[in-house]
């Protein structure tokens, strides 16, 4: 099983257990609205694109309104099944490389949320190298409007995401791959990482937008 399909498995356990109507870390959405989200991105990539272009996020919005309406039963089974074929999320490099990161974060989003969170998961090594290779990949991206330098440390390596402009410092984000990458994905409320720097660059980093 690759890294993608076992924490596929993971996030389709958690929204079948906890049911439709159970909070999650995205801001307004339940799990039904959440697993809509997850068939929407595989199947429908003229709605996904609404996640990344605004002018076509009122479609993407009522394509995922119209699916997240279906029985919550057939919603979890068509995450579970994965994308169709001739879907791009499909190829063997994307799954492991975008897909990874994607099932962990939303199943942490269900696993993490509501009154009693659960903790962080011991992670297999292969998930643990996905994440870390994704993390890499993207950490350039996800603090590109950062106002201050930011570093990322993992036992599976060092990253500078983005160097310090001038007259600014540095803060560290150091922990396990998978905490790291929740903070970066903007989830830092339920993070377990620990935050190095000068109070002003803290503060100045916490002000960033940077939720996916």
């Known amino acids: 099983m690759t890294p993608s399909a076992s924490e596929r498995a993971v996030l389709v356990e958690e929204l079948r257990r906890r049911g439709p109507d159970a909070p999650t ?4 959405w339940t799990a039904r609205d959440l697993a809509a989200h997850l068939v929407v991105r595989e199947r429908r990539p ?11 996020a009122g479609h993407g919005e009522r394509v995922r309104d119209a699916v997240a309406a279906r029985p ?3 919603l979890v089974d068509l995450v579970a099944s994965g994308p169709p074929r001739l879907s791009p999320f499909a190829l063997p490099g994307v ?9 962990f974060v939303h199943a942490e ?7 009693a969170p659960a903790e962080p ?13 994704g993390l890499r990949g993207r950490a350039r991206l996800l603090y590109r409007r950062s106002p201050v330098g930011v570093v990322l440390e993992t036992p599976e390596g060092r990253v500078v995401a983005r160097r310090a402009p001038e007259g600014a410092g540095t803060v560290v984000l150091r922990g396990d791959v998978g905490e ?26 916490a002000g960033l937008d940077r939720a996916v």
């Open 25 to 28: 870390l995205c801001a307004g």
């Open 46 to 56: 003229d709605a996904a694109l609404g996640l990344v272009v605004p002018p076509l």
């Open 72 to 74: 919550y039963e057939v």
């Open 95 to 103: 799954e492991t490389a975008v897909n990874t990161g994607e099932h």
């Open 109 to 115: 989003d269900v696993r993490r949320a509501g009154d």
């Open 121 to 133: 998961r011991a992670l297999p090594a292969d998930v643990r190298r996905a994440l870390w290779g």
């Open 180 to 205: 790291v990458l929740l903070h970066s994905f903007g989830r830092e409320a339920v993070a377990r990482v620990e935050v190095e720097g000068a109070p002003e660059d803290v503060r100045a980093l």
